[in-house]
């Protein structure tokens, strides 16, 4: 079957960094992909990889192995907007997300 | 309108009777979602359109039915609502080909009784 892990929560201080981890084993890949859900929001789009290595965007990064089925999202200078779920995705070959449960961030003061 | 509108907003339904879910979008995107949100659960696909004209069943289809009449509208339709149908539904489009990023509605909160 298809799965993607993440850390159901973790906390984190306000104005340090964070790694939120995901593990994936889907059948066929075709490009992983992190969004941001606050609560009672929809998710937004925050990043997408396909290659092997690290995408920096501002404060937000993330990072991709495809031989280990493993990807972060790496959060710095946290603020406390960022409290939020993060969801990792992961196309499959047949071109459909599957979806990780999501990490609950907490930020605290 | 900008990017995706869904409507209702929330609604609380009897079982047993038939509530469509109303999907829009502005973007001219080609591809449309229905996905449904459950605690401690991922995003799980109900049914999708690749373009105006074609649907496909997604991860959990049955008791759902969507149609496609035209690139903006995709109404997803619970023939005869079950509680075990209450869920966070999200209706997202995409312009299609690789890499392509999904683009999520602001959701309806459906509670079945």
């Known amino acids: 079957g298809q799965n993607i892990d993440q850390p159901t929560e973790m906390t984190a201080t306000e104005g340090a960094i964070v790694q939120i981890n995901c593990t994936y084993q889907?059948?066929?890949?075709?490009?992983l992909f992190w969004y941001q859900q606050h609560a009672g929001e929809a998710p937004t789009f925050l990043s997408y990889?396909?290659l092997d290595g690290l995408e920096e965007k501002g404060r937000f990064s993330s990072f991709l192995s495809r031989s280990k089925g493993y990807s972060y999202l790496l959060l710095k200078e946290l603020q406390m907007k960022d409290s939020a779920s993060y969801l990792c995705?992961?196309?499959?070959?047949?071109?459909?997300?599957?979806w990780g449960a999501g990490t609950k961030l907490i930020i605290k003061p | 309108i900008a990017g995706i509108t869904q409507a209702p907003t929330s609604q609380i339904l009897a079982a047993g009777r038939r509530m469509t879910l109303r999907c829009t979008q502005d973007m001219r995107h080609n591809a449309m979602y229905w996905y449904r949100q459950d605690l401690g659960l991922g995003l799980r696909l109900i049914h999708y359109?690749?373009?105006?004209?074609?649907?496909g069943k997604g991860e959990v289809p049955d008791g759902y039915s969507v149609s496609r009449a035209n690139t903006d509208d995709f109404p997803l339709t619970l023939a005869s609502a079950v509680p075990s149908q209450t869920s966070v539904y999200f209706c997202?489009?995409?312009?299609?080909?690789?890499?392509?990023?999904?683009?999520f509605g602001p959701g309806t909160r459906l509670t079945v009784l």
């Open positions: 997202a489009s995409s312009a299609g080909g690789e890499g392509d990023t999904q683009y």
């Open positions: 990889n396909v």
């Open positions: 359109s690749n373009t105006a004209g074609t649907t």
């Open positions: 889907t059948s066929g890949f075709n490009g």
């Open positions: 995705a992961v196309r499959d070959s047949n071109y459909q997300l599957i």
